[in-house]
Structures are given as structure tokens and as C-alpha cells.
């Protein structure tokens, strides 16, 4: 069982659609992460949040835009995306933002049509 | 910078050991494992945080050399349940504190 929680788990959308991402933890991390992951690649880091502020963002495209409503909450909004956005997206977090392990959640298999 | 782990994949029979290497050109602050079994998330095994520092897990352990700023992860007598994908994670410190994944391991055990 993992105990951070990501919904939907699986999400299908129109490249003019508008879609958000959900991830909860409740172990009281600090850090929370948004990476995405390609079939047989390895997970790749787009957003860091630490302390509900956005610490790190990978050169990500526009059309995703993360948010940090509270400590427990990540969200990642999607606007206009393009079908080689379709990928897995993990969310993790950590209990503090350096020499902490990842704790990921099952993620959401996203489709782009 | 992606952290170089080898091999790509194995394959091993069960009772069989496997040593998975990654290494990097940057100094670093932190080597992590994860192991990722197919269509679920990945799953942290072990961080060795400092020079040298030698962690075991059950049949697996791992170690690192901070001078060559490489570590190794050891699975000894393989069980099925081993079988997956492991990746390497490393934290620089350049750029802001992160976790950068190497490319994976597949590791397949048969009986």
C-alpha cells in the first residue's frame, strides 16, 4: 500500500481539454515532487515544492502548471497538452528536500489524444 | 547530470547474485535505489549518505565510493519476487537539492 495517493489513475483528454492531477499525502513531508515517466525510461523531474513553495521547475512546458494548495496537497494542471505528453505522471514526497527517500505514488497513466 | 548505471539488464536464475553499478561525474551529496516492478510505482530500497557508507537490506546491500563517486547495489541469492526494474537516484546539490534517476537495471530472475 502507498501512502501517498494520486487520482484519477487513469485519465484520457483531448489536446484542447483542461484536466488536473491530484496527490495527498498525510506523513507530514515537506517536499513534494511531480515526475513523469515514459514506458522502460526513468522517472524524469518536472516540479519540487518545498514548504508549499515551488523550489524547482525543470524547464517544463507552460501547459503544465503545478500547484501547492497545502502541505498535503499537489495538484498539476493540464491546458492544451500534446499527444508525447501521454506518459505516466508520479508524485512523490519526502520528508525534508535533500537526503530524504521518495515515497511515489501509484501515479496516472495519462492519454493525449 | 543523469547518473550512468550498468548493466542494462540481466537476467539470473533464482539463487543467483547480481550487482547493479551507478556512477556519476558530479560529487555527490546522496546515492539512492529504488526497485519498480512492472505497472506499479517505484519503491525506495536504500540512501547511503556519506563516503563509503555500506547499507544492507535483507539479501541486498549496497555501498559507495565517494571518491569515485560511484556505488554499487548487491542482490545475493535472488529470489523471483527481485525480478524488476532498479534505478539509481542521485542528489548533486547543483541546481537546487533533486533526486536524478539513472537510466535502470531489468533485472529478470527465473526459477
Known amino acids: 500500500d502507498t501512502e501517498v495517493t494520486q487520482t484519477p489513475k487513469h485519465l484520457v483528454m483531448g489536446m484542447t481539454n483542461k484536466k488536473s492531477l491530484k496527490c495527498e499525502q498525510h506523513m507530514g513531508h515537506r517536499a513534494m515532487y511531480w515526475y513523469k515517466q515514459k514506458a522502460k525510461k526513468p522517472p524524469e523531474l518536472m516540479f519540487v515544492?518545498?514548504?508549499?513553495?515551488?523550489?524547482i521547475n525543470e524547464s517544463v512546458p507552460s501547459r503544465f502548471s503545478p500547484e501547492c494548495p497545502n502541505s498535503s496537497l499537489l495538484n498539476l494542471h493540464l491546458h492544451a497538452l500534446q499527444p508525447e505528453d501521454s506518459a505516466l505522471y508520479l508524485c512523490?514526497?519526502?520528508?525534508?528536500?535533500?537526503?530524504?527517500?521518495?515515497?511515489f505514488g501509484n501515479g496516472t497513466r495519462l492519454t493525449v489524444t | 547530470q543523469q547518473p550512468v548505471q550498468s548493466p542494462q539488464a540481466v537476467i539470473l536464475r533464482e539463487g543467483e547474485d547480481a550487482v547493479i553499478n551507478c556512477s556519476s561525474s558530479k560529487a555527490l551529496y546522496s546515492v539512492h535505489w529504488y526497485r519498480q516492478k512492472h505497472g506499479e510505482a517505484p519503491v525506495f530500497l536504500m540512501i547511503?549518505?556519506?563516503?563509503?557508507e555500506q547499507k544492507g537490506h535483507d539479501k541486498i546491500s549496497a555501498s559507495f565510493n565517494e571518491k569515485k563517486q560511484q556505488s554499487s547495489l548487491y542482490l545475493t541469492a535472488s529470489q523471483l519476487s527481485y525480478s524488476g526494474t532498479y534505478f539509481c537516484g542521485t542528489e548533486e546539490g547543483t541546481g537546487g537539492f533533486k533526486t536524478i534517476f539513472g537510466a535502470g537495471t531489468r533485472l529478470f530472475v527465473k526459477a
Open positions: 515544492y518545498s514548504y508549499e513553495k515551488l523550489s
Open positions: 512523490a514526497s519526502s520528508l525534508s528536500l535533500l537526503l530524504s527517500p521518495l515515497h
Open positions: 547511503l549518505l556519506k563516503g563509503g
